[in-house]
């Protein structure tokens, strides 16, 4: 069965986790044949194994020489430190889902999905994740930890997302982007999936997200969007009612008029983002709800290479 079909089988019973996992490994199976060096599949030393270990990593051809136990240790095992953060506005819940549509095709359900496929790589890892959840208040909060009890409890929380019905609410990514930081006491990288709506003056909210980075955190922003309406405004010249997820504000017209002035406009904004997380040296990843995972995997692991 193909890749595609696996996923629409597995996400129609919401199974979060097997999802995730089953993306990674599809990833997995494609580095192995590619020459990219940042998952674990070169190791750097050997250490003595202690009984009660796992047997799996055994350097038996070292036993054969050396009639001692060791098992390889590898370069990625350095349990760094993640802590995702993930915005659930109103605006993440677009678009709406027809019926027997895909979660991971909505703005929300395409995060909540990257982030659990970015915990199960940091599982393997012996990473440790940590999760934030905010809309119009902080909704939830868990420091980084790498127990297997850990992983399973931010999951459940994750698929909780997914099935809470979405409500009217605002949020201020800026305040609560001050507060995160502010208990973000030990080097960690930080990952951040939004869409980068935010009322008023974008400068406080990278203000915000250069709070982030005091401690010498790594930051990457997920800068997340449905391309085809909301970056290239694809819509017939039917006339049309466009409804503010948010203040429930209302604006009827015919896309046709605006398409070439909104995309310019939109165009703008997305450079400005970009330069200004350049500026600042956060990670600026534009990724669109259609796209695989693959980008939000590599990524990591890129950046990860980056953080010593």
């Known amino acids: 069965m193909k ?6 089988k597995i996400s129609a019973f919401s199974h979060l986790e097997l999802l995730a996992n089953q993306i ?14 940042g998952f674990s599949s070169e190791f750097a030393e050997h250490k003595v194994y202690n009984p009660g ?5 055994i350097d038996w051809k070292l036993y054969a020489r050396t009639d001692r136990l060791y098992t390889k240790r ?26 027997g549509q895909p979660f991971y095709e909505s703005k929300i359900g395409f995060s909540v999905l990257a982030s659990a496929v970015l915990m199960d790589l940091l599982k ?16 939830f909060y868990a420091p980084e930890k790498g127990s297997g009890r850990h992983h399973r409890m ?15 609410k605002q949020t201020d990514t800026t305040a609560f982007l001050h507060q995160i930081a502010q208990k973000m006491h030990r080097r960690s990288m930080i990952v951040l999936f939004t869409d980068m709506f935010q009322p008023g003056d974008n400068s406080a909210l990278f203000n915000a997200l250069q709070h982030l980075k005091h401690n010498k955190h790594k930051v990457v922003l997920f800068h997340v969007t449905d391309r085809k309406t909301e970056y290239n405004f694809n819509f017939d010249n039917a006339p049309r009612k466009f409804i503010d997820m948010e203040t429930g504000e209302q604006v009827n017209l015919f ?5 070439d ?12 983002v970009a330069e200004t997380c350049m500026q600042y040296k956060i990670k600026y990843v534009p990724v669109s709800v259609e796209e695989k995972f693959e980008k939000i995997l590599t990524t990591y692991l890129v950046e990860k290479q980056k953080f010593g």
Do not use: W
């Open 3 to 8: 890749l595609e079909g696996q996923l629409q």
């Open 24 to 37: 990674v490994e599809g990833f997995i199976s494609g580095m192995h044949k590619s020459p990219f060096h």
């Open 53 to 57: 270990e796992s047997t799996r990593h």
């Open 74 to 99: 590898f370069e990625e095992e350095t349990n760094m430190r993640c802590h995702i953060i993930l915005d659930n506005s109103s605006s993440m819940h677009y678009p709406k889902l027809k019926e």
């Open 124 to 139: 393997r890892q012996r990473d440790a994740a940590g999760l934030s959840i905010y809309s119009d208040n902080y909704e």
């Open 154 to 168: 931010l999951i459940d929380k994750l698929e909780s997302v997914l099935e809470t019905p979405p409500r009217a």
């Open 255 to 259: 896309a046709e008029n605006v398409k």
């Open 261 to 272: 002035e909104y995309e310019k406009q939109v165009d703008n904004y997305f450079k400005k």
